[in-house]
């Protein structure tokens, strides 16, 4: 970490956008909030504390206006939390760069742009090279359960045939967008076509796969994937959402790389409400082989929280540019204090 704490500005105050103003907060020794943004007419002009459900006001107010903030605050790092779409933030993330600053966004198709947007992903590496500066995109999935942590397990192997990847999440213990996206209390028909139309499901695991191939320096040949709604057996109430028996409760999403001839990646995202045992699992077919399990799952809401906040000073430490989680360091905490009052002992 640098010798100063690092001066941050949050861009986005929905849920992940609160908890990452209050993680930064909590990390005075390495992190400075100086700047917040958001659009919403009943954020703009408050408190950061108040919108963010800090204690102790910070004497930040929300601005709606992005260039202000930037060229007032002179932040080293802008850490983005608006939405999944390349296409509507990366004007937002040309601006962070055009200020200085080093941008690390949770905007999924940012992870790995290459494919999908090549004319945008390029565009925003030419930009940050020019500036001096890395942007990156990251969270829990893509940027880690997926991805980053299949590639850091295969660390000890000499050889690798093929890796499978399967995370199971209960939907119903995350934030209510969340269960919106994985069409939560539609009928079949609403979600399947949503589905034909491509506004619902993951945003992210063509992505995360393409990492994955990536970081190994395998040529995929082509990707097949596949998406079905699950369906609840019984009724389901999160608290925030009610569904009936026989209603979609969330997603089943595949995701196949034909390496070589053959599949030799598989990613298996299984989201929704009532999920009885969320988990993550990568095994790794190699020398030697791996099977790593994570048994009740790595909770996304935390880890993405997590994931933007610690990449702070590894992309702060990078070459400029347009960065994959594959191209910086293992992701690892910092800045973290025991807690005496809840620590375990091993």
């Known amino acids: 970490m640098p010798d100063s704490p690092l001066r941050v500005v949050q861009y986005g105050l929905g849920p992940i ?3 990452v103003t209050r993680t930064v907060r909590a990390k005075p020794d390495a992190l400075t909030l100086v700047g917040a943004i958001d659009i919403a007419p009943d954020k703009v002009g408050r408190d950061v504390a108040d919108v963010a459900g800090m204690d102790q006001e910070t004497g930040i107010q929300v601005s ?87 590639l850091a397990v295969t660390g000890g192997c000499t050889e690798v045939k093929a890796i499978r990847v399967e995370r199971v999440v ?24 949503k589905a034909a139309g491509g506004t619902i499901g993951h945003v992210g695991l063509r992505e995360s796969l393409q990492m994955v191939a990536d970081g190994l320096g395998w040529p995929v040949d082509r990707i097949e994937e596949d998406l079905h709604p699950v369906t609840a057996e019984t009724p389901v109430d999160t608290g925030v959402r009610s569904v009936a028996a026989g209603e979609v409760a969330g997603i089943h999403q595949t995701a196949i790389g034909i390496v070589a001839g053959a599949s030799r990646l598989s990613l298996d995202l299984k989201m929704y409400v009532g999920a009885e045992a969320s988990s993550d699992a990568v095994e790794v077919d190699a020398s030697p082989p791996i099977d790593l399990r994570v048994h009740g799952g790595v909770f996304g809401d935390t880890a993405t929280v997590g994931m ?37 002992t091993f």
């Open 17 to 19: 956008g609160q908890a």
């Open 64 to 150: 709606d206006d992005p260039d202000t903030v930037l060229a007032d605050t002179d932040p080293d790092v802008v850490l983005h939390t608006t939405t999944s779409f390349l296409d509507d933030v990366a004007q937002q993330l040309e601006r962070c760069a055009r200020a200085g600053s080093h941008v690390i966004s949770s905007t999924e198709e940012l992870s790995f742009p290459h494919e999908r947007a090549p004319e945008t992903a390029s565009r925003i590496d030419q930009v940050a090279r020019e500036e001096g500066i890395v942007i990156v995109g990251t969270g829990v999935n893509p940027g880690y359960a997926m991805d980053t942590l299949p």
């Open 170 to 193: 209960d939907a119903g213990a995350r934030r209510a967008p969340l269960q919106k996206k994985v069409g939560a209390g539609l009928s079949v028909e609403a979600f399947e076509e």
């Open 308 to 344: 933007l906040v610690n990449t702070v000073p590894l992309a702060a430490a990078a070459a400029p540019g347009l960065r994959t989680m594959a191209e910086l360091p293992v992701p690892r905490a910092f800045a973290t204090r025991p807690s005496t009052a809840s620590a375990a």
